[in-house]
């Protein structure tokens, strides 16, 4: 069992900066998969990007620019940086952690969640 932890996230206007973070004391990070995900209103469930066991980052095609997945191993913890936030950037955000030796966008290959923090861009 992964429990994570989420943290970060609130009310922002839009063109400023949000880090999220997400850490997990049950796994070592650089074990695990780690993807991050949002549900924005009206918009279906979607992939944001993954970051491997080697801490190199994917992304969705609909984030890239913008979004930075990193992690800090001393610190066990991930994060989601998004620069520039835009109001469509309103969402809930969540963390999730794949213990398969592949990393994926595919949301079915996570089986641990975290809680979602919400993201709110006013312009």
């Known amino acids: 069992q992964v429990k994570l932890d989420q943290s970060g996230g609130g009310s922002v206007r839009a063109g400023e900066s949000l880090k999220l973070s997400c850490s997990t004391d049950?796994?070592?990070?650089?074990?695990?998969?780690m993807g991050w995900y949002r549900q924005r209103p009206g918009y279906a469930f979607e992939p944001v990007g993954a970051?491997?066991?080697?801490?190199?980052?994917s992304y969705a095609d609909s984030v890239k620019g913008r979004f930075t997945i990193s992690q800090d191993n001393a610190r066990n913890t991930v994060y989601l940086e998004i620069n520039n936030l835009k109001p469509e950037d309103t969402a809930s955000y969540y963390c999730?952690?794949?213990?398969?030796?592949?990393?994926?966008?595919?949301?079915?290959?996570?089986?641990?969640w975290g809680q979602g923090t919400q993201v709110t861009v006013s312009s």
């Open positions: 999730a952690a794949s213990t398969y030796s592949w990393c994926s966008l595919n949301e079915a290959d996570y089986a641990y």
């Open positions: 049950e796994y070592t990070i650089t074990t695990l998969c």
């Open positions: 970051i491997d066991t080697d801490g190199r980052a």
